[in-house]
């Protein structure tokens, strides 16, 4: 644990010095290309570093954080695009918006459905979270293997929303700036146009509409309903082969290309289901009861991710030393606590 975590230092550290080098050397270069061609060694680099790594949480935070995200931000960034740009007004801001999954709050949108849930249901999903880590993976033994595969996806996404709102806090903090959430509530969503765009992953999401999406729509000068239906698909297409290359970061095996299907499956669901809401004037006549409409979209949702996004996890078993590292990571920082404890009782 201790070597892992001076690899993961060490890291940050060069991708901080990378970032640093972006920050003020292309802002120089006035050409897009040859802004572009300056930033491409840090973005093959950043694809390389999650390599080094053989912890899963250290090499899952490297991979989304940098092989990922900043690699896509650093790109649109040179094309003038993308959340950072404008250039943030310092460094540190700069570093910060590259670095980690974290963007500037924009004006709400009123078409938009937020929901403001009150502070109390953080806790509780850390609660569940705890319970789920702590108790509920001792009887697995005693558990069908589809209920356990449902526990899984409900791990994955408490782990993200309380790890990625952890940090947004952290970073509001440093930063002194409001933050956009990551994640919007996702359960009540009431179609598959609404989880993917405005609840599920708000930062992968807005990514993915700059970089894919809106150049298939833009690619003639006068769009059709074609080339939204093509980017809609094209966009979870390429989701899917990002999601196969950090599965691949993971768990260092040879693709299976589920997860692939699975996103293939889920952009042929939402094409379709733009172009029918777009095209039939009964889905406006006669809208589905909401909370009819949450159960289907979040239980299309569930099925087709146990089905397709869940079995490599337990194929490869690693949802089982994902569990494993998150018990020694308490372990970890238990010992690290009481060593200090005994110091500062002994200076006493």
Same mark, same amino acid.
């Given at each position: 644990m201790e070597e892992e975590l001076k690899i993961f230092i060490v890291v940050w550290f060069t991708a901080i010095i990378s970032v640093t080098y972006c920050y003020y050397l292309p802002l120089k270069i006035k050409t897009r290309l040859l802004r $572009? %061609? /300056? %930033? @491409?060694?840090?973005?093959? $680099? #950043?694809? %390389? @570093?999650?390599? !080094? $790594? /053989?912890?899963?949480? !250290? /090499?899952?935070? +490297?991979? !989304?954080?940098?092989?990922? $995200?900043?690699?896509?931000?650093? +790109? @649109? !960034?040179?094309?003038?695009?993308? *959340?950072? #740009? *404008? %250039?943030?007004?310092? @460094?540190?801001h700069f570093i910060c918006f590259a670095c980690f999954p974290i963007k500037l709050q924009r004006n709400p949108n009123p078409d938009e459905n937020h929901n403001h849930f009150p502070k109390w249901v953080f806790p509780v999903k850390v609660f569940i979270f705890c319970i789920l880590l702590l108790q509920v993976y001792d009887y697995k033994q005693y558990l069908p293997p589809n209920f356990m595969l449902g526990l899984y996806s409900l791990h994955i996404y408490l782990e993200l929303e309380i790890s990625l709102t952890l940090i947004k806090f952290l970073v509001t903090i440093t930063l002194g700036c409001d933050l956009e959430p990551h994640f919007n509530e996702p359960y009540l969503a009431t179609s598959l146009h609404e989880f993917w765009s405005h609840r599920w992953n708000l930062m992968v999401s807005e990514i993915l509409r700059l970089s894919v999406y809106l150049p298939i729509r833009k690619w003639r000068v006068k769009s059709s309903e074609w080339d939204r239906l093509l980017g809609i698909f094209a966009t979870f297409l390429v989701s899917g082969v990002a999601h196969e290359i950090l599965y691949f970061y993971l768990m260092r095996e040879k693709p299976t290309w589920e997860v692939s299907w699975f996103f293939v499956l889920h952009g042929i669901c939402t094409a379709a289901e733009v172009a029918v809401k777009r095209k039939t004037k009964l889905v406006q006549r006669w809208p589905l009861n909401p909370a009819l409409s949450r159960l289907l979209t979040v239980g299309f949702v569930f099925v087709t991710g146990v089905w397709l996004f869940s079995p490599q996890l337990i194929r490869n078993g690693f949802m089982e030393r994902f569990t494993n590292e998150e018990l020694l990571f308490i372990d970890f920082f238990k010992r690290k606590l009481f060593i200090l404890l005994g110091l500062f009782t002994s200076l006493k």
């Open positions: $572009l %061609v /300056s %930033v @491409l060694p840090v973005c093959a $680099l #950043f694809l %390389v @570093l999650p390599m !080094f $790594l /053989s912890n899963a949480h !250290f /090499s899952f935070t +490297i991979a !989304f954080f940098l092989s990922g $995200l900043a690699t896509a931000k650093l +790109i @649109l !960034f040179a094309l003038e695009k993308g *959340p950072l #740009f *404008p %250039v943030p007004p310092n @460094l540190l």
